[in-house]
């Protein structure tokens, strides 16, 4: 489903990659978390996805953008047709030309792409000091420890720097951040988004569900490229002993 998807997003994960190499090597490495979707056997869990998503809605996109979504990808993540269909037609993009040559908004649709926050770099710089929000769909593959460096990034703001520390204007003290400031202020915070499955409402909940959902966004394919690894394996194991016992029948005469 993902295939051009992924395509196109390899070259955008290497220039990514290789932008943020020198500012990423300035950070402490973050402390490794226990991922379900990590490892040969790894999946992905659901319920953390559909949560990460609403989490995303409520908390990030409106500085960030989902560049290499499209909204009928979201069944990826367990959502029906139909409610991808609704979620869709909460948002509005350009379409167009009509008719006497003019562009106009419509409700989306399933086939759009997630529409970005802002319409240029530079709009997104003046609303945000300077600042420009990175695109997010493959953030855990360009950063180094990706998975454990969001987490860690989202849960590690502090009210106040540490003794010595002195913050330039604008600037908000994240432990796990290059250089320890950081231009996004919390975007988090217990309690600010509901969830209606009774899953605990904290930070540290909030940036596990995220990054599960972010993990997905940039490795849609991992589930099947997992249970086709291990086929592969399965594979090979069944073939070693094939071979061995016609290797040992093939012999035995000589032996």
Known sequence: MFTRITTIAAAAVTAISVA???????????????????????????GAQQRGFQVFQQACQSCHALEFIHFR??????????????????YQVEDGPDDFGDMFMRPARAADRVPPPFPNEAAARAANNGAYPPELS?????????????????????DEPPEGVELMPGMYFNEWFGGQQIAMP???FDGAITYEDGTPETVEQYARDLVTF?????????EERN??????VLFVI?????????????WSDVH
């Open 20 to 46: 943020t190499t020198a500012f990423a090597a300035e950070a402490p490495r973050p402390p490794a978390q226990d991922w379900g979707f990590s490892g040969l056997f790894g999946t992905f869990d659901r």
């Open 73 to 90: 990808n979201l069944t990826g993540i367990g959502l029906s047709p139909e409610e991808v269909e609704a979620i869709a037609a909460e």
């Open 138 to 158: 493959l953030m855990t593959r360009a950063r180094f420890h990706g998975h454990d460096y969001l987490y860690a990034l989202l849960t590690g703001y502090r």
């Open 186 to 188: 919390p975007p988090l």
């Open 214 to 222: 972010l993990a997905w966004t940039a490795e849609p394919e991992l």
């Open 227 to 232: 249970r086709l690894g291990v086929k592969v």
């Open 238 to 250: 069944v073939l070693t002993g094939l071979l061995f016992a016609l290797k040992k029948k093939i």
